[in-house]
């Protein structure tokens, strides 16, 4: 049985993660905390995020959920102002929560625009702002942008994701060096094709696991877990002179 690595520095630590009730979400809400992390999640995925933080509480972690839209600014700096009530401010901040809805784009519109990028990109400048003054006060934080792989790979039918996601590369740069001084750590970390029920639901069929395989270097499934894991890494003070970088989740797939 593989044995993968715990950090002794993310006990007790103040995490906020979006997106936390399904996918990706999920897996990071979990691991960090297995982790013995204080995790406060944020999801418009009400019953799959109070059952999951119900477990992880009634298994002795400590897991808080408020259902929330972060496209909604200000009821998302409100749920974050709530677990730092609880919990400590944060100083892991995981940006996670994503739509890839397809689309054509010669029928995207300026409100399909807006609405897309605000759900793929502007919450995570949003959150960064809330955390990151309790993040100095501290000495230190990790902040951490989920790219994709979609934008470097040139996936066809979600032209506005992935330009949010090329931005996410961009706002993680800028943000390292805006944040630096206060000792807070900003990454991006760039998933594959991850194997989620919404994507074997929505988008993989049997054709696309063959041309992912190929398309791999590596064989196997990129699984949320592989994410999580790396993000364990970004928040722990193992890597505490890392900043400003983006790693590639993805099997070895896309060329940077």
């Not at 808080?64 to 919990?87: L, S």
């Not at 990454?187 to 069929?205: C, E, F, K, M, Y």
Request: overall charge negative.
């Amino acid at each position: 049985m593989t044995e993968f690595a715990s950090y002794p520095s993310l006990r007790e630590r103040a995490v906020v993660i979006s997106g936390g009730a399904t996918g990706i979400g999920e897996a990071l809400v979990r691991h960090f905390a297995a982790q013995g992390a204080k995790v406060g999640f944020v999801d418009i995925a009400e019953e799959a995020g109070v059952a999951l933080a119900n477990e992880l509480t009634a298994a002795g972690q400590v897991a808080r959920f408020t259902p929330c839209n972060v496209t909604d600014i200000e009821a998302y700096q409100a749920a974050i102002a709530g677990f730092a009530e609880d919990h400590g401010d944060a100083l892991v901040l995981v940006n996670n929560a994503a739509h890839d809805q397809r689309h054509d784009w010669s029928e995207v519109t300026s409100d399909y625009w807006d609405a897309a990028m605000a759900v793929n990109l502007k919450h995570f400048f949003f959150a960064a702002q809330a955390v990151a003054p309790g993040m100095a006060k501290a000495g230190g934080g990790s902040i951490i942008n989920f790219g994709s792989i979609s934008w470097m790979i040139m996936t066809p039918s979600i032209p506005i994701y992935e330009t949010a996601k090329a931005a996410v590369h961009g706002l993680t740069r800028s943000m390292a060096r805006e944040l630096g001084q206060s000792g807070i750590r900003v990454n991006s970390l760039v998933p594959g094709a991850v194997i989620t029920q919404r994507q074997l639901d929505l988008w993989i069929t049997p054709e696309s696991l063959v041309a992912i395989a190929e398309s791999q270097a590596l064989p196997g499934r990129v699984m949320p877990a592989d994410c999580a894991r790396m993000a364990l890494f970004l928040a722990a003070d193992d890597s505490a002179m890392i900043s400003g970088q983006h790693f590639l989740v993805d099997g070895g797939w896309a060329n940077t």
